[in-house]
């Protein structure tokens, strides 16, 4: 079992920056590729960006690319979502997720099998 808590998310106004942190408790976080989904209002969940277990390999969603950059400290059993020049598009429920699973296929939520409870992003106009 892992458990994920996000943190992080809060109102800012649209071309800000904002971190999200995702802390990670549980079995061995370095064994984990991770996720972060996002849902917006009225709409369905959709990928944002995926890390893979040693950090190597990462993926973004074409909405977010050169935008938002993910990361993850194993030592610290934590992973980030820097995001900056941050839209009004781009309010939603954070998710941070996790899938013993590795490669492209990380970019599938139905990959994942633990999920946290998300964390609130609203950008302003």
């Known amino acids: 079992q892992v458990q994920l808590v996000e943190s992080g998310g809060r109102l800012v106004q649209a071309g800000g920056s904002l971190r999200l942190s995702c802390a990670a408790s549980?079995?061995?976080?370095?064994?984990?590729?991770m996720g972060w989904f996002r849902q917006p209002p009225g709409k369905e969940r959709e990928f944002v960006a995926a890390i893979s277990s040693s950090g190597g390999s990462t993926y973004y969603a074409d909405s977010v690319k050169g935008r938002f950059t993910i990361s993850r400290d194993n030592a610290k059993n934590t992973m980030y979502l820097e995001m900056s020049s941050l839209k009004p598009e781009d309010t939603a429920v954070y998710y941070c997720a996790a899938t013993g699973r590795d490669g492209p296929t990380i970019i599938y939520s139905y990959r994942y099998d633990y999920w946290g409870q998300g964390t609130q992003v609203t950008v302003s106009s």
């Open positions: 549980g079995r061995t976080f370095s064994s984990y590729s």
